[in-house]
């Protein structure tokens, strides 16, 4: 069964292979309107089942739009809605699902849910975030840098702000796409060591700088999120705005970059809290060229998936 589970467990050569595919799709849709569909269909006559135990936008809508275009159908499901909030195993549920569609995409909150679901579905599973990871994102934000720096291989990309499941997939992406990576940020806030002993161990630079300035000499990228998580408690908000201030993406910040540095943030973003305006509306920012690709990249995701 071909899951993609996490940036990790795939293959550095089919990763990349994924990201030709996108591109190759996004070129040979040449901009036509979204509701029509690509020329080729590899998913016709094909059944997604789109599991969300978490709110979403950009992935709820890209996987739809995605399959559709390919020629397939979805089915969106609330885990709320599902026997999967009232008692049923996640075990059952992933056999009884596998009767149905040809493909399940779950966003939830522990990994261990998706590595359950991934283990009895008979089917291919995607993760669409957990509180661990969010592979799909890095595929879209790889994809991105490409388009229009060229190859991420040796480029130094920086993480400001907390060392969330998306800066983890970030250092994953730095083992696999050969990138260097420096995360910057409170210690309290630090990614899990095994995510950088991961990168490191993969050969790349992995560097911690707790003063922002020094961080981003040199950087080609930056990169942030929010710094309170869906899974974070409410209650840690105005603790985790104190120490995470410093480290707010600016236009002073931004100037100490490489000149043609990008910006990016998978958003939502929370705008002049993590970054502010003149940074997300500024030159540096591809962060809606990193929601449309999205679409694009978890297109090829789903093929690979498949094996279409
Ligand atoms: N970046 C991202 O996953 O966005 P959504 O939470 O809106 O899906």
């Known amino acids: 069964m071909t899951h993609f589970l996490d940036i990790d467990k795939t293959d550095a050569a089919a990763l990349r292979g994924m990201i030709d595919s996108a591109r190759a799709m996004k070129t040979a849709r040449g901009g036509r309107p979204k509701g029509t569909r690509d020329d080729a269909q590899p998913l016709a006559g094909r059944m997604v089942a789109l599991i969300f135990e978490k709110p979403s936008t950009r992935t709820r809508v890209s996987f739809d739009v995605g399959v559709r275009q390919m020629g397939g159908e979805t089915m969106v499901l609330s885990g709320k809605e ?84 998306v800066c983890a997939s970030w250092l994953h992406g730095a083992g696999q796409f050969g990138f260097d990576f420096t995360f910057t940020g409170p210690p309290t806030l630090d990614p899990e060591p095994e995510f950088i002993r991961y990168a490191r161990d993969k050969g790349r630079r992995v560097t911690v700088e707790r003063d922002p300035v020094l961080a981003v000499q040199g950087a080609d990228l930056v990169v942030t999120d929010t710094w309170v998580s869906m899974h974070d408690p409410e209650s840690a908000r105005e603790r985790r705005h104190n120490q995470l201030r410093p480290y707010q993406v600016t236009e002073a910040l931004m100037a100490q970059t490489k000149p043609d540095a990008l910006f990016m943030h998978c958003l939502p973003a929370h705008r002049n809290d993590e970054v502010t305006s003149a940074v997300m509306d500024g030159p540096h920012s591809v962060v809606f060229d990193e929601a449309e690709n999205r679409l694009h990249a978890q297109k090829a995701v789903m093929r690979w998936c498949l094996g279409l």
């Open 82 to 165: 599902m026997q999967l909030g009232h008692g049923e195993t996640i075990a059952d549920t992933a056999r009884v699902l596998s009767r149905y569609v040809d493909l399940i995409m779950i966003r939830t909150f522990e990994e261990a849910t998706l590595l359950e679901m991934a283990e009895h579905a008979t089917v291919p599973v995607i993760n669409g975030l957990t509180n661990r990871t969010h592979p799909c994102q890095i595929m879209a934000d790889v994809m991105t840098y490409e388009e229009h720096r060229g190859p991420i291989a040796g480029k130094k990309v920086v993480w400001a702000g907390d060392g969330n499941n």
